[in-house]
């Protein structure tokens, strides 16, 4: 299976945006998780089996999710962060039948990427 790889977080102040990429999305279910220290993770953003974007309410308005299928890239465009965003993200996709992983919008995300560190500041 091709390795997910993404890149674009850093550290922006609360209004701000950043754009992240996940380079090898070339699965249906794929998306965006994100984790907090001491939480589990959370589903973010993520196109489904009905190809359809979908959002955790947290991130609604604010949050865009969009692929590029020539180029088996997915991006994550985040506006008006605030520091409850602050977290590391992961590019996640569900690959094969295996048990565990995180749940979100009929998507069972059993592979990740190394993540990528999103801080914002206030």
């Known amino acids: 299976e091709v390795q997910l790889v993404e890149s674009g977080g850093g550290s922006v102040q609360a209004g701000g945006s950043l754009r992240l990429s996940c380079a090898g999305s070339q699965n249906n279910c794929i998306g965006w998780v994100r984790q907090t220290p001491g939480k589990d993770r959370e589903g973010v953003a993520a196109?489904?089996?009905?190809?359809?974007?979908k959002y955790a309410d947290s991130v609604k308005g604010r949050f865009t999710v969009t692929k590029d299928n020539a180029n088996n890239t997915l991006y994550l465009q985040m506006n008006s962060l605030n520091p409850e965003d602050t977290a590391t993200y992961y590019c996640a996709a569900e690959r094969g039948n295996s048990p565990g992983g995180t749940l979100f919008q009929g998507c069972r995300f059993n592979t990740w990427g190394q993540g990528t560190r999103v801080t914002v500041s206030s």
């Open positions: 196109f489904g089996f009905d190809f359809r974007p």
